[in-house]
């Protein structure tokens, strides 16, 4: 019993090691599975996270390296980052058909590797008021543009029980408003793989 408590206690610091390296927050909750269980699942999610990683680095890899697109892990999950200007024109909220190809690849992922994940759609914007546009803020322009790319996919079949979107505005930037190509990182759309059992800003960790 002592070499199983001793050999355990070494496979979970493992794990936490391997789940700190890839920007992953353990959370442990009281339920109704062992910790075995839970280890085990966490293992899993971690594990198919990162092949839905590999897998968009290899489809993606010509946006990726034009700067287009990001694919990283973080805290939340596995985030697939879109420039808007990829996906809609200035103060628009619909769809640019060249940008069509691109979610295209990101579907065909979120239907095979990724199939029993939730999806989270994330608008952002900079802090330039809207002036021409006809939107009443940027938190519209933002949640127009995350609802669009929702529906598109959704057409690409998509199981919409496992979609949701929500538009941030110029609120969560990842750069500085203050020089043009810091505006042009905060103008974004983030496509989010939710791991079940990581805890998120919008949704908690599922029993």
Request: charged share 30%; net charge positive.
């Amino acid at each position: 019993m002592r070499a199983f408590k001793v050999m355990f206690s070494t496979f979970v610091l493992a794990l936490v090691a391997i789940m700190g390296l890839s920007g992953c927050t353990i959370i442990f909750q009281k339920g109704r599975r062992t910790d075995i269980e839970k280890i085990s699942k966490l293992k899993s999610d971690l594990n198919e996270l990162e092949r839905a990683k590999e897998e968009l680095e290899k489809r993606l890899k010509d946006e990726i390296n034009n700067k287009q697109v990001k694919v990283e892990m973080e805290d939340k999950g596995l985030v697939i980052t879109f420039v808007s200007e990829v996906l809609f024109d200035s103060g628009k909220a619909k769809l640019r058909p060249e940008s069509l190809p691109k979610l295209n690849k990101v579907a065909e992922v979120l239907n095979t590797t990724v199939a029993d994940l939730n999806i989270g759609i994330e608008g952002h914007t900079d802090n330039q008021p809207i002036k021409k546009s006809g939107w009443k803020s940027n938190w519209e322009l933002s949640t127009a543009r995350a609802l669009s790319v929702l529906h598109y996919l959704s057409e690409q079949h998509v199981s919409e029980p496992r979609l949701s979107a929500v538009g941030y505005g110029e609120y969560k930037p990842v750069a500085s408003n203050d020089t043009k190509a810091g505006r042009q990182k905060n103008r974004r759309v983030e496509i989010v793989v939710l791991p079940k059992t990581v805890k998120t800003q919008s949704q908690g960790a599922q029993p």
